[in-house]
C-alpha cells in the first residue's frame, strides 16, 4: 500500500529530491521547508510502501480533491519496478476530482530528450493525459497533464501562485510547438 507520509528523514528526502531534478527545476529545500510552513496547501511528502520509503513528493492541495503535484521521484535504486504506478494510482484515489502536472516538452535539441520522452509516455500509460495546454513557468515549457477534465488550467494557475509570484504563461498546446518551430 502506497501512502504519503510528512517529511521524517530530511537526508534521505533532500538526496532523492537532488538526484531526481534538475537544478534549474529545483527551489532550495530549505526554501521548500520554508514555504510549506507559511502555506497550508504546499505539502511534501515522503512517499511510502510497506512502511519503506521509495521516493519524494511535494504538492498543492487544491480544493474539492484536487491537487497540481510540483515534484514526484522515485528513489533512482527502486525505479522499474512498478511503483511509479502504483503511485499515481494511490494519487488518483486521493484526489479523486483530478491532478495536474506539468511534463517537459521532448524538444529536440534537449540534453534530457530520452527521459523526457520516458517520463510523457509513463504518465500517458498511467492515465495521465495531455490536457493540450503548455505552461512557461520557471524556464521551461511544460505539457500540463491531467488526470480528469475536472481539474483545470485555471486550477494550475492558482496552484502556482501558492508557490510564488513568478509569472506563469498557458497557452494551447499548438501554439506552443510554433513558437518552438515545430
Not at 50 to 55: C, L, P, S, T, V
Not at 108 to 118: F, G, I, K, Y
Not at 123 to 142: C, P
Amino acid at each position: 500500500m502506497i501512502t504519503f507520509e510528512p517529511i521524517t528523514n530530511e537526508q534521505y528526502w533532500e538526496k532523492i529530491y537532488l538526484e531526481a531534478f534538475p537544478e534549474r527545476e529545483r527551489s532550495p529545500f530549505a526554501d521548500l521547508k520554508a514555504l510549506a510552513a507559511e502555506r497550508e496547501q504546499l505539502r511534501l511528502n515522503t512517499i511510502v510502501a510497506d512502511e519503506q520509503a521509495i521516493g519524494v513528493m511535494v504538492w498543492v492541495e487544491l480544493g474539492q480533491d484536487k491537487a497540481f503535484i510540483l515534484y514526484f521521484a522515485i528513489d533512482q535504486s527502486l525505479r522499474g519496478g512498478g511503483y511509479g504506478s502504483k503511485v499515481i494510482d494511490a494519487l488518483k484515489n486521493r484526489f479523486q476530482n483530478g491532478f495536474i502536472l506539468e511534463a517537459e516538452f521532448q524538444e529536440p535539441d534537449a540534453d534530457n530528450l530520452e527521459q523526457r520522452e520516458r517520463r510523457y509516455a509513463f504518465y500517458e500509460k498511467n492515465g495521465v493525459v495531455d490536457s493540450q495546454f503548455a505552461s512557461r513557468a520557471f524556464g521551461g515549457i511544460y505539457h500540463l497533464m491531467r488526470t480528469t477534465t475536472s481539474i483545470t488550467v485555471e486550477d494550475y494557475l492558482a496552484a502556482v501562485q501558492v508557490l510564488s509570484d513568478y509569472p506563469t504563461a498557458v497557452a494551447p498546446k499548438t501554439q506552443a510547438l510554433e513558437a518552438l518551430g515545430r
